[in-house]
T-cell receptor
């Protein structure tokens, strides 16, 4: 069964360092998303991406965050200068069609720990 | 403000018993409502998606109901198993490209 894959599964970094989280969405999907979940809290939307550009982003997704699809298969989330409060599980997701009609598939997540 | 509220926050039941989880939402205009199962430290996995016109939908031992008039949904789990222990998250989609609105989830523990 096709799945969304994410790497790394866990990354520990020092505050102020840059982090790149990688995702390979399901191959025929056109819409890509990043969500985060701080331990014990609800899943929060970060950004959606379609047709090689950001279509929606939340207040969390400030200038420290960026996304790109460098090679047609990978979808990356970069945090330029990590803060302690960036520690969370980051989930990539993809859908074949727009979310008001389609199924959303999540990856297993990348746990980011900022020290 | 678009919100999704779930109850109870947590629940402990004996293996084999049934349970029902609740979800109330204020998302408008409404497009669909989803229930996800999230095992600890894993990504959410879809159980059901229901649109405005659907009142009930089943996926094995999971049955979701939707009352779009009162903006309420429930997830009923029949004959619970130890592997049902997880968080169950209610997620509501508005129309257009608006982001999904997540509830905080109900943490279910099934014990032997």
């Amino acid at each position: 069964e096709p799945e969304v894959t994410q790497t790394p599964s866990h990354q520990v970094t020092q505050m102020g360092q840059e982090v790149i989280l990688r995702c390979v969405p399901i191959s025929n999907h056109l819409y890509f998303y990043w969500y985060r979940q701080i331990l014990g809290q609800k899943v929060e939307f970060l950004v959606s991406f379609y047709n090689n550009e950001i279509s929606e982003k939340s207040e969390i997704f400030d200038d420290q965050f960026s996304v790109e699809r460098p090679d047609g298969s990978n979808f990356t989330l970069k945090i330029r200068s990590t803060k302690l409060e960036d520690s969370a599980m980051y989930f990539c997701a993809s859908s074949e069609v727009r979310l008001n009609t389609g199924e959303l598939f999540f990856g297993e997540g990348s746990r980011l720990t900022v020290l | 403000k678009n919100q999704v509220e779930q109850s109870p926050q947590s629940l402990i039941i004996l293996e084999g018993k049934n349970c029902t989880l609740q979800c109330n939402y204020t998302v408008s205009p409404f497009s669909n409502l989803r229930w996800y199962k999230q095992d600890t430290g894993r990504g959410p996995v879809s159980l059901t998606i229901m649109t405005f016109s659907e009142n009930t939908k089943s996926n094995g031992r999971y049955t979701a109901t939707l009352d779009a008039d009162t903006k309420q949904s429930s997830l009923h789990i029949t004959a619970s198993q130890l592997s049902d222990s997880a968080s169950y998250i209610c997620v509501v989609s508005g129309r257009g490209n608006t982001p999904l609105v997540f509830g905080k989830g109900t943490r279910l523990s099934v014990i032997a």
